[in-house]
């Protein structure tokens, strides 16, 4: 079951958990669409690449996840028990 929220997607806690956010900086073109729309800035560039700086911050919104263009930047996704 999926829940919309101002356009994005949440997964509903019967179906997965948002898991971890993780990076993939050799994918990442620079372009700066996940530092600009992260609400919480746990994203930054450095060295033209994204980097997650603070991910206690993070608050699973997922905006970052959606709008890259390069899929440089995801949640993993954890069942119910928590196995990944």
């Known amino acids: 079951m999926a829940i919309e929220f101002r356009g994005m997607t949440e997964l509903a806690a019967n179906d997965k958990k948002i898991g971890k956010l993780t990076a993939y900086p050799k994918w990442c073109k620079g372009c700066g669409i996940c ?3 992260c609400p919480t800035n ?3 560039l450095e060295n033209g ?3 997650i700086a603070q991910p206690e911050l993070c ?3 997922r905006i ?3 709008l890259c ?3 440089a930047v995801y949640f993993t996704e954890e069942d119910v028990t928590g196995d990944v």
Do not use: H, S, W
């Open 35 to 37: 530092v600009g729309f």
């Open 42 to 44: 746990t994203l930054v």
């Open 49 to 51: 690449k994204m980097r």
């Open 59 to 61: 608050i699973k919104c």
């Open 64 to 66: 970052c996840e959606k």
């Open 69 to 71: 263009p390069d899929y």
